[in-house]
């Protein structure tokens, strides 16, 4: 399973950017997406979610800012990311989640996308 995440960028406050990741390689269907990020010596945290049936999640700090988007029949996965502020730097990265049989296996990640945004 590979996943390509395209998109990062250097983009000052108040701009946008959008991220995109595509999954390759799976003969399973993809049951949700993600988008991750992690800044230098800090954990990775969850910024958005979509499952196959259309459900999101959201990060409290990036609500009404980040729309993730997700194409599920290309396995494909977007984050339109708008308003972007300083604290929004970080590394991104995309992760899926699918079934192998009856094991739900979500420790799918792509390579990380740099994103900054200067003030």
């Not at 950017?17 to 230098?40: K, P, Y």
């Not at 009856?102 to 945004?117: A, E, K």
Request: hydrophobic share 35%; net charge negative.
């Amino acid at each position: 399973v590979q996943l390509q995440a395209s998109g990062g960028g250097e983009v000052q406050a108040g701009g946008s950017l959008r991220l995109s990741c595509s999954v390759s390689g799976i003969t399973f269907s993809v049951q949700a997406m993600s988008w991750h990020r992690q800044l230098v010596g800090k954990q990775r945290e969850l910024v958005a979610s979509v499952t196959v049936r259309g459900a999101t999640e959201y990060a409290d700090s990036v609500k009404g800012r980040f729309t993730i988007s997700g194409d599920f029949a290309e396995n494909t996965v977007f984050l339109q990311m708008d308003s972007l502020k300083p604290d929004d730097t970080a590394v991104y990265y995309c992760n899926a989640s699918f079934y192998r049989g009856y094991i739900y296996d979500h420790d799918n990640w792509g390579q990380g996308t740099q994103v900054t945004v200067s003030s």
